[in-house]
């Protein structure tokens, strides 16, 4: 179904879960579903509660190289395909009109207080066309906005592009001025394509709100460690 959207009990599937964890089959790649969880009462689901939970299952997979101008998506929207999550609004980050790198959007974080906003990327097809996989780059544009002396985005990966507890940072950016594009180049170590996602994790160091862009965002060929000094150097 749509994003989030939830459906009225008894008018959906029903599976007997024989065990924990347990694998549903047959579903759609990048589609939303939802679950109502149920105890055992003993007389079926009558006179027992739920828990509702809403999740979209995963897409196959990008190929490299994978770049991302934002500019397809119409302004308040998300592209396809990636997470976000946030402690602060539900639809933090989001593509955005305002300034850009190159027209017409960029992503835009916010965040207020201790809280951060996490962009994650589809999962990259790495696999067998670069078995010497050691790095791979990512290549983007970072704009300073709001209260940028005490903003940080920090590049990293997800286990688990559902959780932003899986989150292992690689590279923390601080913005070195205000109102300007400036280009980074970041090594992605130790990827593996099967479970691991980049993510990108916006934070405010001194815990006031703070916004940023990115723009023009482009992960490039995986190259051996021994080759690295030659790649975006």
Not at 1 to 30: I, R
Not at 83 to 98: A, F, K, L, V, W
Not at 170 to 177: E, H, V
Not at 203 to 232: F, H, P, Q, W
Request: hydrophobic share 30%.
């Amino acid at each position: 179904g749509g994003a989030g959207q939830d459906f009225t009990p008894g008018t959906g599937d029903t599976v007997h879960l024989t065990s924990s964890p347990y694998t549903f089959d047959g579903l759609d790649e990048a589609t939303w579903y939802a679950f109502h969880i149920y105890p055992d009462c003993g007389n079926g689901s009558d006179g027992c509660s739920y828990v509702t939970t809403i999740a979209q299952t995963l897409h196959p997979g990008v190929d490299i190289p994978y770049c991302e101008s934002f500019d397809l998506y119409s302004s308040g929207n998300y592209p396809n395909n990636w997470r976000r999550h946030t402690s602060y609004n539900d639809d933090r980050p989001y593509i955005y009109s305002g300034p850009n790198h190159s027209s017409d959007n960029a992503m835009y974080f916010q965040v207020d207080g201790d809280g951060y906003a996490m962009a994650v990327m589809p999962r990259l097809n790495v696999g067998p066309t670069c078995p010497l996989v050691d790095s791979l780059y990512a290549n983007f544009w970072l704009y300073s906005d709001y209260n940028w002396d005490n903003a940080a985005l920090i590049v990293g990966i997800v286990t688990d592009a559902n959780s932003p507890l899986s989150f292992i940072p690689i590279d923390t950016l601080r913005p070195t001025a205000y109102a300007t594009w400036e280009h980074h180049t970041v090594a992605i170590r130790n990827f593996s394509s099967t479970d691991t996602y980049v993510a990108y994790k916006f934070v405010s160091t001194n815990n006031n709100y703070a916004s940023i862009r990115i723009d023009d965002l482009c992960m490039e060929k995986c190259v051996a460690r021994s080759e690295e000094r030659r790649v975006g150097k």
